[in-house]
C-alpha cells in the first residue's frame, strides 16, 4: 500500500462556508476508485500550535496515488475549494504493509 | 477512537546513528497499551517539500493518549531520541469511527 498523509492549515480569513464547502467536496473524493481508504478529521482543539485538519489517504502504489490526482473530481477540489480554504500543507507519502 | 498524527522533519544534522536510534526508540512504543494501533514511515522521496516522517497513532479516547505520554518509554523516547532527532513537528488529533 502507498500512503499519503496531508495535514493543513485553514487560509487566514478562510469563512465557514469556504471551509464547509471543502469539507463537502473533500467527501466526493471517496468516489475516485484508486482512494482505496481515506480518514480525515479535523483537530480537537486540545493543543494550540495543532494544524487544523489531517487526511490519511491509502492507494494501491504510487502509480495508482498520481492516477488520483489526475482524476477530474480531484482536479476541482485542487481548483475550486482547497485553493481557498487551505493555507499551510505538509505531505509525507510512504510505502507500508498492513499487518493484516 | 482518538488519532493522533505526527508529522516531522529530522532535526539538521542529525546523523544517520542519530536517526537509526530514534526508529528504534519509537518502535519500542508499540509495547505501550494505550497505542492501539501505530503505522509510520518515512517519506518516499517523490516531491521536493515533503516532511520526513510520519506516525499515525490510534488510541482508545483522549485519556489514553494523555496516558501513553505519561509512559516511561514515551518519556525516555522523547529526552533521550526525539530531543537530537526531530527538528520540526505538527501534530494533529481527532476522534473517528472505523467503518468496521
Known amino acids: 500500500m502507498f500512503r499519503q498523509v496531508v495535514m493543513c492549515r485553514w487560509a487566514d480569513g478562510a469563512s465557514s462556508e469556504v471551509k464547509q464547502s471543502f469539507r463537502d467536496a473533500f467527501e466526493q ?8 481508504d481515506l480518514t480525515w478529521g479535523e483537530d480537537a482543539g486540545h493543543f494550540e500550535g495543532n494544524f487544523d485538519f489531517v487526511a490519511v489517504m491509502d492507494f494501491d502504489d504510487f502509480a495508482s496515488a498520481r492516477r488520483y490526482v489526475e482524476h477530474p473530481l480531484h482536479q476541482s477540489y485542487v481548483r475550486d475549494h482547497a485553493s481557498q480554504a487551505v493555507g499551510e500543507r505538509v505531505v509525507v507519502q510512504h510505502d507500508w504493509f498492513p499487518s493484516k
Open 29 to 36: 473524493l471517496r468516489s475516485i476508485p484508486e482512494l482505496l
